[in-house]
């Protein structure tokens, strides 16, 4: 069974540029979920998606942070425009559709703002 | 708001000894833990997990124990080997599945 794919593994861009990150979550999951982990810091939760709509986003910094998930599979997360503090690893998950929802990681971005 | 704290940033243990890693947590409607190790460039793997219902569960060389009195619970890994070096994860969650993340306890196995 694959595991979650993301896409690219690493950016660097410079503040106030936009940049946009992809995840293919594992065949058959229906949840995904987008993490931020600053270096020295757990994962923190963005967003989750319960196939193609929106579970919480409390945390996601709408003014700038925007996140899609079409047709249910695939999804997208962009920023738009970057500051400094956006530098960090962003991490897709997934979990199946029964049963506790252990989440399965991809291997993340590591995005770095100049 | 930190409801998932590691107090310890690290930890170094020799080969074929146990290591014990440390979780807390505030909110007592929490009722799902879970370990994740995480390697460099790599994304967190599961480990382990136990429900509030238990105390204990264990899976081959890994055994978690919850004191929910306490609020707190272990990762111990019997023996240890130099391939655990990593940085293990504890996690937590209620019903709704919002995962929170301590900050992580970097484990090093001495051969």
């Known amino acids: 069974e694959a595991g979650v794919a993301q896409s690219p593994r690493y950016k660097i861009i410079e503040k106030r540029q936009s940049v946009a990150f992809w995840c293919n979550p594992i065949?058959?999951?229906?949840?995904l979920y987008w993490y931020q982990q600053i270096l020295g810091q757990g994962p923190k939760l963005l967003i989750q998606?319960?196939?193609?709509?929106?579970?919480?986003d409390s945390q996601l910094p709408k003014d700038r942070f925007s996140a899609e998930r079409l047709k249910g599979v695939d999804s997208t997360l962009k920023i738009q425009p970057a500051k400094l503090e956006d530098s960090a690893v962003y991490l897709c998950?997934?979990?199946?559709?029964?049963?506790?929802?252990?989440?399965?990681f991809g291997p993340g971005t590591r995005l770095l703002v100049l | 708001d930190q409801q998932v704290k590691q107090n310890s940033p690290s930890l170094s243990v020799q080969e074929g000894r146990i290591s014990i890693l440390n979780c807390d947590y505030t909110?007592?409607?929490?009722?799902?833990f879970l370990w994740y190790k995480k390697y460099p460039a790599e994304g967190p793997t599961f480990l382990i997990s136990?429900?509030?219902?238990?105390d204990k569960n264990e899976d081959g060389r890994f055994t978690v124990f919850l004191n929910k009195s306490a609020k707190h619970l272990s990762l111990h890994i019997v023996p240890s080997q130099p391939g655990d070096s990593a940085v293990y994860f504890c996690?937590?969650?209620?019903?709704?599945?919002?995962?929170?993340f301590g900050a992580g306890t970097r484990l090093t196995v001495k051969p």
């Open positions: 909110n007592s409607m929490f009722d799902y």
């Open positions: 996690a937590a969650s209620e019903a709704n599945n919002d995962m929170r």
């Open positions: 136990i429900s509030s219902i238990k």
């Open positions: 065949s058959g999951h229906a949840t």
């Open positions: 998950a997934s979990s199946p559709n029964t049963g506790r929802k252990t989440q399965y």
């Open positions: 998606f319960q196939n193609n709509g929106v579970v919480d």
